[in-house]
Nanobody, 114 residues
Framework: VQLQAYGGGLVQPGGSLRLSCAAS????????MGWYRQAPGKQRELVAS???????NYADSAKGRFTISRDNAKDTVYLHMNSLNPEDTAVYYC?????????WGQGTLVTVSS
């Protein structure tokens, strides 16, 4: 599975962004797709995930502000981020988990700053 993530950028506090992750390859084998982030000097952490059956999980920091969704026709998973604050500044990565392996997309940088 190959993943292409995009949509990051510079946004002011309180603003919104939508990240996209387009998947290609053995898409039918994907069990879970997730968004992770890694801030400078910190470990990579899960932000949100969605299973092939539609079950969704959010990190506490994302609940109420972020929404993960998918468009099966476009083989794309989105992360809608609202009410962004400087603590959300990080490189965001998408991940696809299959029974056999885990694939990572290249990161997309989100910077929240005035």
């Amino acid at each position: 599975v190959q993943l292409q993530a995009y949509g990051g950028g510079l946004v002011q506090p309180g603003g919104s962004l939508r990240l996209s992750c387009a998947a290609s390859g053995s898409i039918g084998s994907i069990i879970v797709m997730g968004w992770y982030r890694q801030a400078p000097g910190k470990q990579r952490e899960l932000v949100a995930s969605i299973t092939s059956s539609g079950s969704i999980n959010y990190a506490d920091s994302a609940k109420g502000r972020f929404t993960i969704s998918r468009d099966n026709a476009k083989d794309t998973v989105y992360l809608h981020m609202n009410s962004l604050n400087p603590e959300d500044t990080a490189v965001y990565y998408c991940n696809a988990l299959t029974p056999f392996f885990s694939s990572w997309g290249q990161g997309t940088l989100v910077t929240v700053s005035s």
